[in-house]
């Protein structure tokens, strides 16, 4: 659940201060940021882990984070993060049935949100390579501790990690594999109004 903390935090700072974490051959799909009138408040839509991970950063970072959610995100994980400042809002369970599904009910809300309330910035995990970037310093600490790899076993969700590690660990070994997991259901299996997965 804590794992997608640390491009979190990356994620967070790269909205409010313009920072990249990037090798020199990988062009980040970022919108531009002025660090001179950072953003009044962060938001995203998650079904939970990016969602607990993105308000540990912008709690530490100091900023206002909005959630946009389902009623997938148990009880417990929705006390963490409204203890840690989140404005958070779930959408009706009937939008399970109706077209799109959740994910659909969900980015309308996202972006109803974005119009009422100007100043915001979405860190948009699904196609913001930022997330994936953020990935590159834990590479680098695992092929510092282990050494070049030459298989890479990921799970995989909006594919962030997998996609950042695999490039983080290619730039020491060009060869290596990588090998995907994902739960039967998951978007990777053709399930309608999953979440898209990042691009590898």
């Not at 077209?99 to 913001?128: E, V």
């Not at 909006?158 to 590690?165: H, I, N, R």
């Amino acid at each position: 659940r804590f794992m997608k903390i640390v491009p979190a935090v990356h994620v967070v700072e790269q909205a409010l201060e313009g920072r990249h974490k990037r090798a020199p051959d990988v062009e980040p799909n970022h919108h531009p940021v002025d660090s001179a009138n950072p953003p009044k408040y962060l938001i995203e839509t998650s079904s939970g882990t990016a969602l607990i991970a993105l308000a540990f950063a912008c709690h530490t970072k100091g900023v206002p984070l909005i959630g946009v959610g389902d009623h997938a995100i148990e009880p417990a994980l929705q006390a963490q993060v409204k203890a840690l400042g989140v404005e958070l809002h779930l959408v009706d369970s009937i939008a399970g049935s109706l077209p799109g599904g959740f994910q659909k009910a969900r980015l309308d809300k996202l972006h109803s949100l974005l119009a009422a309330r100007p100043g915001g910035h979405w860190t948009r995990q699904y196609d913001n390579s930022e997330w994936k970037l953020g990935y590159y310093s834990v590479a680098a600490q695992l092929l510092q501790e282990f050494g070049a790899a030459d298989v890479l076993v990921c799970p995989t969700g909006s594919g962030a990690s997998s996609a950042g590690l695999s490039e983080a660990t290619r730039l020491a070994n060009p060869r290596c594999k990588l090998v995907g997991v994902d739960s039967i259901g998951s978007v990777m299996f053709g399930a309608k109004g999953a979440a898209p997965a990042m691009e590898l």
